[in-house]
């Protein structure tokens, strides 16, 4: 293959790809922050001046930007994703779907939508293809893709004749075969990577030679900033499910873990395993459960190996902290954890960014064929991939035990399945492994009301009953394999919210699935929040479980005005109006209060509604006090 074509201007490259594919363009970008922004806001531009162009992409999680939802919500979070990845481009696309301005000439379909960003969009929710992970490459071939481009990185000082798919190999590899079938049989094809210095350059797999593209864009300089969501702070319900899981990780295991608040618990309390184990030890005994069959406590002599369609920052905290320690041999030497594509604060690119290039080999970016299935080489794969441990989130479960992860009761994507099927199926293959997915018990409905997420019927199920494993809520584990219907629901019932056990045990009964006479046991009649409070409410002031376990980009001031945000999101009409009369009704000088409004530019308020927002927030941040 001949040296890439190097275009600077991002309209150049563009024009040169239509000249190769002609005016039908099926586009494949990869998820997260792999994409190329400028080279796809070319081409749009492009087919928006130009109807006779069609442009078709294909695509998964285009992250966005937030639409706030509320001028409090504006304030606190606009300087946050600012200063964080200020310079970061918006997809035009993405924009024009949100509007609605979307051209008929152009289409977007996704199999991975940003969490909760689209629930209201109809041109979005319809575009959606519900697609595992593991079956996206053999989509995109059906669909006959003809431009593959992405975001990629280079060594810093050196020539070009080697590049790195950093953060996305995980279809790119996949595709090799396909584009290679183009080429013999004289098929368009045209394979793009646009450079940004930004990204951390991975070896392994990921490096590849330049060769191996047709075009580059090398866009002047300096490139734009990563996408780098804020931390989510991780809520007591999150650490009790996070201590009751890390005691279902086998040492010497392979561990599997996603995105989110409750994973970067899961993270904590395995390091807190291991470094701090009698601490440990105290915590999971004040949750007052019995230990799940084959439970561990101890901490990791022999480690883990990670096998993950996502690289987190928790597994780099795991591995600081010597849990991610189990090696396997790779291709390219010994690695400590595999991993798809990565997606996470900006610490956390630095942190790789710097990291020694022989400690860096450990994290080995791979194909999603290699993370998300057993294909291939299935003998070495199931020797790594010993006591697997695939852990993932669920917003409902069902009393029967069947799951729902991405979609709401009457059928919108919230996110999309991924790859949670995929491992999964994994679980259910592999000799000693265990899928395990977290739910928190309840969910807040406003005005102070709770919701059950373990409910007897939901619509929309993403792992369904023949699959179900172990379910962990903050109450407790249940242990739902091969069980027949009666025990799943009554192992479900245990680990429910007291407030919500009888009618769905009413439920169940009515159904003929649980008998009249059925009792549920001592120690699942006190699962409520004021239980979980008792039991680790000091650990979380004494610092033992931080709000932000893995760190935070937030500074003081903004971690003080989360829970006082959050308590006023909350609130009932009545909760307001004291809310407000305590605000308003405070005297005397504080310097939090005054440090918060301040930073949500409330601090000279020029009109009634900025004065009775500033009184709303100060009243908060006196009752979380």
């Keep these: 293959m001949p040296d890439p074509t190097v275009h600077t201007l991002p309209i150049r490259a563009a024009e040169a790809i239509i000249d190769r594919v002609g005016r039908r363009i099926v586009m494949a970008i990869p998820v997260g922050i792999g994409k190329p922004n400028l080279l796809v806001n070319a081409l749009y531009q492009m087919a928006l001046a130009d109807r006779s162009i069609k442009l078709r992409i294909m695509t998964g999680l285009s992250l966005v930007r937030p639409a706030y939802k509320s001028d409090i919500e504006r304030r606190f979070v606009a300087p946050l994703l600012d200063r964080m990845f200020g310079s970061w481009p918006d997809l035009a696309y993405v924009e024009a779907i949100r509007s609605g301005t979307l051209p008929a000439n152009v ?56 590049l790195s798919l950093s953060s996305n190999p995980d279809i790119a590899l996949d595709l090799k075969p396909y584009i290679e079938r183009r080429r013999r049989s004289g098929e368009p094809i045209v394979t793009v990577g646009e450079i940004n210095e930004n990204l951390p350059y991975m070896t392994g797999d990921a490096d590849i030679p330049a060769t191996d593209l047709d075009m580059l864009l090398d866009p002047v300089r300096p490139h734009f900033e990563l996408f780098a969501p804020p931390k989510e702070p991780a809520s007591l319900a999150d650490y009790a ?11 010497g295991g392979t561990l599997q873990i996603g995105i989110g608040s409750f994973a970067d618990a899961l993270c904590h309390a395995l390091v807190l395993r291991h470094t701090r184990n009698a601490e440990f030890r105290a915590l999971v005994a004040r949750l007052g459960e019995k230990l799940p069959d084959g439970a561990e406590l101890s901490p990791f002599d022999q480690g883990l190996y990670g096998c993950s369609e996502m690289l987190v920052d928790g597994f780099l905290a795991l591995k600081r902290a010597g849990v991610l320690k189990r090696q396997v041999e790779t291709s390219h030497g010994r690695a400590v ?18 990291m020694p290039e ?34 993932n989130t669920a917003l409902i479960l069902t009393l029967l035990g069947a799951a729902s992860s991405d979609a709401l009761d009457d059928g919108r994507v919230i996110s999309g399945i991924g790859g949670q099927s995929d491992f999964v199926v994994q679980a259910h293959a592999l000799p000693g492994a265990r899928s395990i997915i977290a739910a928190r018990a309840t969910r807040g409905a406003g005005g102070g009301k709770a919701t059950s997420n373990i409910v007897w019927r939901y619509a929309n199920t993403s792992i369904p009953r023949q699959l179900r494993d172990v379910y962990v809520t903050e109450y407790g584990v249940a242990d739902v394999r091969g ?46 929040p004021e239980a979980i409070s008792a039991a680790l409410g000091l650990a979380r002031r004494d610092g033992l479980l931080p709000v932000f376990p893995l760190g935070t980009e937030m500074t003081e001031t903004e971690q003080a005005l989360i829970p006082a945000l959050g308590a ?18 405070a005297g005397g000088k504080d310097a939090t209060i005054d440090a918060a409004l301040k930073r949500m530019s409330l601090d000279a ?8 927002i500033a009184a709303l927030i100060s009243g908060a941040l006196q009752g979380k006090r």
């Design 107 to 162: 289409e977007v379909h996704e199999f991975f939508l940003q969490a909760g960003q689209w629930l209201s969009n109809p041109l979005m929710q319809q575009s959606y293809a519900s697609l595992s992970y593991a079956h996206v490459t053999a989509h995109l071939e059906r669909e006959g893709v003809n431009v593959l481009a992405q975001l990629m990185a280079t060594r810093p000082g050196q020539d070009r004749t080697r």
């Design 241 to 251: 499910m996070a201590l009751h899981a890390a005691t279902l990780i086998k040492d």
């Design 337 to 354: 954890v595999h991993a798809g594509f990565f997606l996470g604060s900006r610490s956390f690119y630095d942190e790789l960014r710097s």
């Design 358 to 391: 022989a400690e860096l080999a450990e994290i080995a970016m791979t194909a999603i064929s290699f993370t998300n299935t057993l294909a291939g080489d299935t003998s070495t794969k199931v020797a790594q991939r010993r006591d697997a441990r695939f852990v």
């Design 483 to 528: 069980r027949t219907d009666r025990e799943v629901v009554e192992a479900m019932l245990a680990i429910a919210d007291s407030r919500f056990q009888a009618d769905l045990q009413r439920d169940a009964t009515s159904a003929g699935k649980l008998g009249a006479s059925f009792r549920l046991p001592a120690s699942a009649s006190n699962n409520t």
């Design 568 to 585: 006023l999101k909350s609130a009932s009409p009545l909760g307001i109006a004291q809310l407000l009369w305590r605000g308003a009704s």
């Design 605 to 612: 308020p020029q009109s009634i509604k900025e004065r009775a």
